[in-house]
């Protein structure tokens, strides 16, 4: 992946869009900010309402797949469950762990300097 344009996504809260913080679910969290980033700079910000927020099993595999339909390059999150690491991993996408609480500002900062090294 080159570190000219990439793709975040991040379990969130609300609606706070760059000034929202990091869930502390993934598979359940209310929404996901999607975010482009290219050389270093954010350009796109999306909110997506879970689509399997509700459900009783089986989110974190249903959140995976519409991030992969919506082709994020990186997910950030303040945890991964076991069914969601290895989907993860199949499809050869990096997961970068942070603090619950964590604002995304500081979340994104930290996965472009990661993909930068």
């Known amino acids: 992946m080159?570190?000219?344009?990439?793709?975040?996504?991040i379990p969130t809260k609300g609606q706070g869009g760059l000034e929202d913080v990091v869930s502390e679910v993934f598979g359940r969290a209310e929404t996901f900010t999607i975010v482009d980033v290219k050389e270093g700079l954010t350009k796109n910000v999306k909110i997506l309402k879970n689509p399997a927020i509700s459900y009783k099993y089986g989110a974190g595999p249903i959140v995976v797949k519409m991030l992969?339909?919506?082709?994020?390059?990186?997910?950030?999150?303040?945890e991964f469950g076991l069914g969601v690491s290895t989907l993860l991993e199949q499809h050869d996408v990096p997961k970068i762990l942070v603090e619950a609480g964590t604002s995304l500002k500081e979340s994104i900062k930290k996965a472009v300097n990661l993909v930068r090294k």
């Open 68 to 78: 992969m339909d919506l082709e994020v390059d990186i997910v950030i999150a303040s």
């Open 2 to 9: 080159g570190s000219e344009k990439f793709r975040i996504a």
